[in-house]
């Protein structure tokens, strides 16, 4: 069938209306009638070719929210009517020892939900900029939320993940000293989370106009990292920092605020590389230098049932699909808090 979606036909041209096709229903397949996607950045690089291998027309989106509109034979667990979620992954090999895990975003075999190759017409996947979207019921979320708020929930299908994960796996919570450094689509999610789990966050910002708003996502401090005496009065200070700006910066500066044994995390994806922090800034006091990347399925549907539980959703801004490509340029400003979320019904032509 074809649908109406947005999308580019090059990196130089912006989104416009166009139609794409998708798969009839598999056995095992889930169709979703695509209420609303978020906007993330990652959409911006690969759409605009700024990462490399991007293939055209590419349809952008990966934070899906919406309600099941058909279910083939073999599915078990979700009906018709059902309110869902799809995020960065659609498919995965399912026998290597990362999706025996659950952590089906470290295998090698991984297909992004677009820009990755498949067996569907036209040979990659295409995303959530779209009316319809067809997907193996292994990679369909629920979502528990009340569906007033469903436009909210998208970005937690990628943000809220990514967020979600590391502060998991390095256990933020009581007790625990938390930096979010930059207050943006990531960094306010993950102010939030990291509040809901206990922990005493700490939030960095090179704006002194954001100060009042990351008190009000949850932040018990802020610091204005413009302002080397800030900084300094926390130094050898934090069991774990979240760095989730994707712009290159100086990595030594948060390290040294890091106790012994403390780790900081990358989830931010620059274009081009940070400047090599001091070895001796790891060394000294054990520190770890990290990186993550989203999350597996079940991380994922674990990360929206504590979403749901603790009232947490994305503050947004909703747009029409005409109004993408100035979402782009005012994302490129910092012109939003906190993410773009695309109102889908507005892809009807």
């Known amino acids: 069938m074809l649908v109406e979606a947005y999308g580019a036909h090059a990196g130089d041209k912006p989104l416009e209306?166009?139609?794409i096709p998708r798969r009839t229903p598999g056995a095992h397949d889930v169709q979703i009638d695509i209420a609303f996607c978020g906007i993330c950045h990652s959409d911006l690089h690969q759409v605009r070719a700024e990462?490399?291998?991007?293939?055209?027309?590419?349809?952008?989106?990966h934070e899906i929210v919406g309600r099941v509109a058909a279910v083939g034979p073999d599915v078990s667990g979700l009906r018709v009517g059902d309110l869902v979620g799809v995020g960065c992954i659609v498919d995965?090999?399912?026998?290597?020892?990362?999706?025996?895990?659950?952590?089906e975003n470290y295998c090698d075999?991984?297909?992004?939900?677009?820009?990755?190759?498949?067996p569907d017409e036209p040979g990659w996947t295409l995303g959530g900029y779209s009316q319809k979207i067809v997907v193996h019921e292994r990679y369909v979320l629920r979502i528990r939320h009340p569906e007033s708020q469903l436009a909210a929930v998208a970005p937690l299908l990628c943000a809220g993940i990514t967020t979600y994960s590391p502060l998991r796996h390095w256990n933020a919570g009581p007790g625990r000293k938390v930096g979010v450094v930059g207050i943006g689509g990531l960094g306010h999610m993950g102010v939030k989370l990291a509040h809901a789990m206990g922990a005493h966050v700490v939030a960095f910002t090179t704006s002194e106009s954001k100060r009042e708003a990351a008190r009000a996502l949850g932040a018990s401090e802020v610091v204005v990292s413009r302002h080397p005496q800030e900084l300094a009065r926390h130094a050898g200070s934090f069991d774990f920092i979240l760095d989730t700006v994707a712009a290159p910066h100086d990595l030594?500066?948060?390290l040294v605020l890091l106790k012994r044994d403390g780790t900081l995390t990358l989830v931010g994806a620059p274009a081009t590389p940070h400047p090599s922090p001091n070895v001796f800034n790891l060394i000294m006091k054990r520190r770890?230098?990290?990186g993550s990347m989203i999350g597996g399925i079940p991380e994922t549907q674990e990360m929206l049932d504590f979403c749901a539980e603790h009232g947490i959703v994305a503050d947004i801004?909703?747009?029409r699909a005409d109004q993408i490509n100035a979402a782009y340029e005012r994302m490129l400003r910092g012109d939003v808090k906190y993410r773009f979320v695309i109102d889908n019904a507005t892809l009807a032509r």
């Open 17 to 19: 209306p166009l139609q």
């Open 51 to 61: 990462w490399a291998g991007t293939r055209f027309p590419c349809v952008p989106g």
């Open 92 to 103: 995965s090999c399912k026998h290597c020892h990362d999706c025996g895990a659950g952590l």
């Open 109 to 118: 075999g991984m297909v992004g939900t677009y820009n990755s190759p498949t």
């Open 252 to 254: 030594d500066a948060l």
């Open 288 to 290: 770890s230098l990290a």
């Open 317 to 319: 801004e909703l747009v």
